[in-house]
């Protein structure tokens, strides 16, 4: 069993789910989202960046599963008193060394740590298989239901995003769509309008629909990585809200952020 390269442990996280959660960042992901704002976390291993004041520093440690869980047991009390727990992000944790994972969140389990995880649907089914008996949630993130446009903005088609978020909600799973929005990108009515009839005409169960909008934060990293960054545009607050009742109108529960 190998330990994965973590590149962030963030506590009194209020965004990755219910409650106050500390969220842990795996690094490493099959995508290259060109949005991306944490593009430390793309290459599975640990690597240099430089620091704002032009400093060399590295990203990236290995944790055992103790090391790990120890440092996510301190903040229990919290996790109980708000409904919250840990979350595992990314990069894209359901790419990792899955006899790790699924190490970890028994041993959670055990605890009474409630677990969400966030991915980007890109990994074998055969993986959330796996942790399906540890995971309270999934934070499902869909960036497009067109394949030609997903395999532009992320470097890979998104037929096995769509299949695993089938096999997930058939399965019983409960996921929160998480659906970032790049202004003129894909927020359009006529694409929000595609991706609710693809899930109603695929009989998918979402507990809730999270609106993300796209933000800057994170766009320095690029520079100091020595990668190129495109910045995009937010959408309006205006556009958010009518995107928001264009979901609402489907009987969906809807969230910008989250």
């Not at 390269?5 to 500390?22: A, C, E, L, M």
């Amino acid at each position: 069993m190998e330990a994965p390269v973590i590149f962030n442990i963030q506590k009194f996280s209020i965004h990755d789910g219910p409650g106050v959660r500390t969220t842990v960042f795996f690094k490493g992901c099959p995508l290259q989202c060109k949005w991306c704002h944490n593009p430390e976390g793309m290459k599975y291993e640990i690597e240099p960046i430089q620091t704002k004041d032009g400093k060399e520093e590295i990203v990236g440690k290995h944790y055992t599963v103790f090391e790990l869980v120890k440092e996510l047991a301190k903040d229990q009390i919290f996790y109980e008193q708000s409904g919250g727990g840990v979350t595992l992000s990314g990069g894209e944790v359901m790419t990792q060394d899955m006899d790790y994972i699924v190490e970890l969140l028994q041993t959670l389990k055990r605890k009474g740590i409630s677990v969400v995880i966030d991915t980007s649907g890109v990994a074998p089914f055969k993986n959330f298989e796996r942790v399906l008996p540890y995971v309270d949630r999934f934070l499902y993130d869909l960036k497009f239901i067109h394949s030609t446009l997903h395999k532009d903005y992320t470097g890979a088609p998104n037929e096995l995003v769509l299949d695993n978020l089938k096999k997930l909600s058939k399965a019983g799973a409960v996921i929160s769509l998480r659906l970032i929005q790049v202004d003129g990108i894909n927020n359009s009515k006529l694409a929000v309008k595609q991706t609710i009839r693809w899930l109603q005409d695929n009989h998918i169960h979402i507990d809730e629909v999270n609106l993300l909008p796209y933000h800057e934060f994170g766009s320095d990293k690029y520079a100091r990585l020595g990668k190129p960054c495109q910045i995009f545009s937010k959408p309006s607050d205006e556009t958010l809200e009518k995107t928001k009742l264009q979901w609402k109108m489907h009987h969906y529960t809807v969230t910008v952020g989250g």
